[in-house]
């Protein structure tokens, strides 16, 4: 895992004037502009969550700003903030993304942005195995690396009925054909699974897709959704864990989550400084941007979108 850092564009000038010349092992990127700080840049450390043996200058100009400690919480191993906006208007995810500071990547159950603001990193996904789907991916994902994607996701729950219903075995040659190409170019995530008990659901459903594929597909993130009532936010973290496990240890990506019911604006009090803590997961995407959850209308944010964006 990569440790980063985010700091502001005067450290850059910073650098810039002291001329310093970075190791290879550091990567430098803009990776958000801001209408006041201007610009952010982010430094990969190549280092565990530490910026041990970064040169003195880097530290110095950290520490200038009150950064650099490696622990920002809210940045696992992608070059993006993990909080996420999960969306089918992007006028709206611009919107609530306009207030929230720690939001970085977005996507939208499909394979075009659709109109979302390139300040996020927009993660296209296939769906499903059927030709709807599949007609157009090869194309769109052509345009999604262009673009600068730095992942993909492949089919949303099949382990559901209702959603892509595919079995273990159909998804994991579905992978090796739409998925595998696309490996060592951006993170693949295997197929989003639910938080199902059932023994051909959720985790399970996810320890046999391995198991089909028997070594020939390409993931390198596992993402999950979760619903429940609020007050079993706790199981929400063991279906996390249960999901590293199944995927090796590889980061986990939780791409829907809500309670079905309770107090929202507290389970997002509890979870979301979790959330950001937890070093096995990469991303996180509340379901959803959307009226009468984030949103209250087309352009303003619910009490739980204001929780969302500030917390
Ligand atoms: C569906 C998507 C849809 C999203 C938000 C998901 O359950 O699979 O197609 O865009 O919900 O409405």
């Known amino acids: 895992m990569l440790a980063k850092t985010i700091l502001a564009l005067g450290a850059l000038a910073s650098f810039a004037e002291q001329t310093i010349a970075l190791p290879s092992d550091y990567h430098v990127s803009i990776v958000r502009d801001e209408v006041d700080v201007t610009a952010k840049i982010e430094v990969n450390t190549g280092k565990d969550h530490s910026t041990d043996g970064a040169p003195a200058e880097v530290l110095e ?23 996420g906006l999960a969306y089918n208007d992007a006028g709206m995810a611009n919107a609530l993304g306009g207030a929230c500071k720690k939001c970085g990547w977005g996507w939208n159950w499909d394979q075009t942005p659709n109109g979302l603001d390139g300040r996020y990193s927009f993660v296209p996904m296939l769906w499903g195995d059927r030709p709807v789907h599949t007609n157009r991916w090869a194309a769109n994902a052509q345009k999604a690396i262009q673009n600068g994607a730095k992942a993909f996701l492949s089919f949303n729950e099949p382990d559901n009925g209702g959603q892509s219903n595919m079995s273990p075995q159909a998804a994991a040659e579905a992978h090796i054909k739409y998925m595998n190409p696309y490996a060592g170019k951006v993170k693949i995530g295997a197929p989003s699974i639910t938080n199902s008990g059932a023994s051909n659901q959720g985790v399970n459903w996810l320890n046999a897709f391995f198991k089909a594929c028997n070594g020939r597909c390409r993931v390198d993130f596992c993402p999950v959704h ?35 019911g309770g107090d929202v604006n507290g389970f997002l009090r509890k979870m979301l400084p979790k959330l950001d803590a937890l070093g096995s997961l990469d991303a996180y995407s509340y379901f959803m941007v959307a009226q009468g959850k984030l949103m209250s209308g087309s352009r303003s944010l619910s009490s739980s979108g204001q929780l969302y964006a500030t917390l």
């Open 61 to 83: 100009a950290l520490a200038t700003r009150g950064e650099g400690n490696g622990n920002d919480t809210s940045i696992g191993s992608m070059p993006f903030s993990k909080r």
């Open 226 to 260: 979760w619903y429940s009532d609020a007050q079993w936010a706790d199981t929400l973290i063991t279906h996390i864990n249960s999901a590293s496990k199944a995927c090796s240890g590889k980061p986990v990506w939780l791409t829907e989550f809500a309670p079905t």
